[in-house]
């Protein structure tokens, strides 16, 4: 038992330390919220998923850079505690490492369960519905409806019912943004996303991932609205089709309504400049540095994992 204890007390400072990294991240989303609804949607949901990420990176880094000090640069330092597992057990540490565990265990359970749902819902679907292309099937459903469905290999689908009731120039608006969905595979994405949800305070993992949702609907607006060089139709269309439902999509898919239906219909008819941000090879670039820092602060990093462990 008290072995068990030990490791589970030795996974409590980097569990603290994402939970600290997720309410550093909220922070500080909060204070610039305002300046959030000035960037492009491609950068807003770049950013997003950089928050969403940032958690476990970061927590990666503490206890790469711990270990890697006591393992190959100064070893056992002047300020490493004896032993470990003679350490009296502390309250916070396996508070707060249990419920990081539970929520890990919760992610992965969820994901794993969407990931199936995912595949035979897919399957599904394709085998009652038809081809119009290879990436687009009809269902042959009367209730009016569009949605990207599938993780691997997504696909969009479209009802009879949907079909019936729009014009052509409609259909091709809800194409245009289904499709930017399926290129940059957002249902993969908000799998994956889930997972770097669970080193998150349960608050924010909520608050960030309706953020994250809607910055995927902005972007496949903006570049769906691009592509089709009318950005009122595509708000139109929007507006049509949520008129229209009557029944909720199939729970893993990316509803063509989907996120916060009023604030996409905003953002089509705003045509101001927006914020550009970072790149992906700048995020990219920036999380590499973080890694190299790590490297460079192992020693601080190992001497305050050690601290963290006499945490009452």
Do not use: N
């Amino acid at each position: 038992m008290t072995t068990h204890l030990s490791h589970l007390q030795l996974l409590g400072p980097t569990v603290l330390c994402a939970f600290l990294v997720s309410l550093l991240t909220g922070a500080a989303l909060w204070l610039g919220r305002r300046s959030l609804d000035r960037f492009d949607p491609a950068a807003l949901r770049r950013l997003m998923l950089a928050a969403i990420f940032a958690p476990p990176l970061l927590s990666a880094v503490f206890l790469a850079g711990g270990l890697i000090d006591w393992r190959w640069f100064s070893g056992p330092s002047s300020f490493c505690l004896p032993d470990h597992g003679s350490l009296p057990p502390s309250a916070v540490l396996l508070g707060v490492a249990g419920l990081g565990l539970g929520r890990l265990v919760h992610a992965l359970s969820a994901c794993l369960l969407r990931g199936t749902r995912l595949y035979w819902t897919s399957r599904a679907l394709r085998r009652s519905g038809k081809a119009l292309t290879g990436r687009c099937h009809l269902l042959p459903i009367d209730a009016p409806q569009a949605f990207v469905l599938g993780a691997w290999r997504p696909s969009i689908y479209l009802t009879r019912g949907l079909l019936d009731r729009l014009t052509p120039a409609q259909l091709e608006a809800i194409l245009a943004h289904e499709q930017v969905h399926v290129r940059r595979r957002d249902s993969l994405l908000r799998l994956l996303a889930g997972l770097g949800l669970a080193f998150h305070l349960p608050g924010m993992a909520g608050w960030l991932k309706r953020r994250f949702v809607h910055a995927q609907e902005l972007t496949a607006d903006a570049e769906a609205a691009q592509k089709l060089g009318d950005r009122l139709r595509l708000a139109e269309t929007l507006v049509r089709v949520a008129r229209l439902k009557l029944r909720p999509v199939p729970t893993p898919a990316l509803d063509f309504t989907g996120g916060d239906l009023k604030s996409r219909v905003t953002a089509l008819l705003d045509d101001r400049p927006r914020t550009r941000g970072l790149s992906a090879s700048q995020w990219v670039a920036a999380a590499l540095g973080i890694l190299a820092l790590a490297l460079a602060a192992a020693h601080p990093l190992h001497w305050l994992s050690e601290r963290l462990l006499t945490l009452p």
